[in-house]
């Protein structure tokens, strides 16, 4: 990652890679075209993510060396008490004997460290409707079991959720009932930045230059503020 980009540097790579992506994934035979145009956006929004983090540590003087980004997979431990509900108890001797080999790799997009503690996980889609929470809510509330001061993030170009998520610029954004509805379920706050303005429409994709949409430095700067809140908290 450059240490040193500036949000202007942000924008200008969204307007080149995104009015891109269409013509690469003409060119590209052998991958389906859906399937080039996902791949592209998905990183675009992950390294957005990865920068704007490190920006924002920057601008509230954060020493750039205690801030670091994994791709690991984090290890989620069996619970102890399901292991003592099994009815078999032959079943929970061979569990108990080979403990270590028991836990469930997960990981979110973006993992954000600092002083080699995990404190951020970011969720980075370019867009998520319901359904897509649903699954985010799971497994935030997996690592939240291992780690439970984790700060948990949907970071996404377009909302598909309802509600005003899309309405960028709004001081106070009161969600969907559906959202909501899904989120009273589970013990994960939740904070959902949106980066463009107007809800996504399946059939106006942003990769279509009829359809475009811009992305604005002012939406950049008002999700590193959301970024700074939680990062000045390690300082």
């Known amino acids: 990652m450059n240490y040193n980009v500036t949000i202007?540097?942000?924008?200008?790579?969204?307007?080149?890679?995104?009015?891109?992506?269409?013509?690469?994934?003409?060119?590209?035979?052998?991958?389906?075209?859906?399937?080039?145009?996902?791949?592209?956006?998905?990183?675009?929004?992950?390294?957005?993510?990865?920068q704007l983090i490190e920006i924002s540590w920057r601008e509230i003087k954060g020493n750039k060396s205690r801030l670091s980004f994994s791709s690991n997979k984090v290890h989620i431990p069996i619970k102890k008490d399901y292991i003592d509900s099994l009815g078999n108890e032959e079943i929970a001797n061979y569990i108990n004997e080979n403990i270590d080999?028991?836990?469930y790799g997960l990981k979110v997009d973006v993992h954000v460290y600092l002083d080699k503690k995990f404190v951020m996980g970011i969720e980075c889609k370019a867009y998520a409707e319901n359904a897509m929470l649903k699954r985010i809510l799971v497994d935030f509330t997996l690592l939240k079991n291992t780690f439970p001061t984790l700060n948990c993030f949907l970071f996404q170009l377009e909302s598909q959720l309802g509600g005003d998520y899309s309405n960028i610029f709004k001081d106070l954004k009161y969600g969907s009932p559906s959202s909501h509805t899904l989120m009273s379920y589970f013990n994960v706050d939740l904070n959902i930045i949106t980066l463009l303005e107007g809800e996504r429409k399946v059939d106006e994709p942003i990769h279509d230059n009829e359809y475009f949409k811009e992305l604005k430095k002012e939406s950049l700067i008002q999700a590193s503020e959301i970024f700074k809140k939680t990062l000045i908290n390690f300082l």
Request: aromatic residues 8%.
């Open 8 to 50: 202007d540097e942000l924008v200008k790579s969204y307007n080149i890679l995104v009015r891109g992506i269409n013509d690469e994934a003409d060119h590209i035979e052998d991958r389906a075209y859906g399937g080039v145009i996902r791949a592209g956006k998905g990183k675009l929004v992950e390294s957005i993510a990865k």
């Open 101 to 103: 080999k028991y836990y």
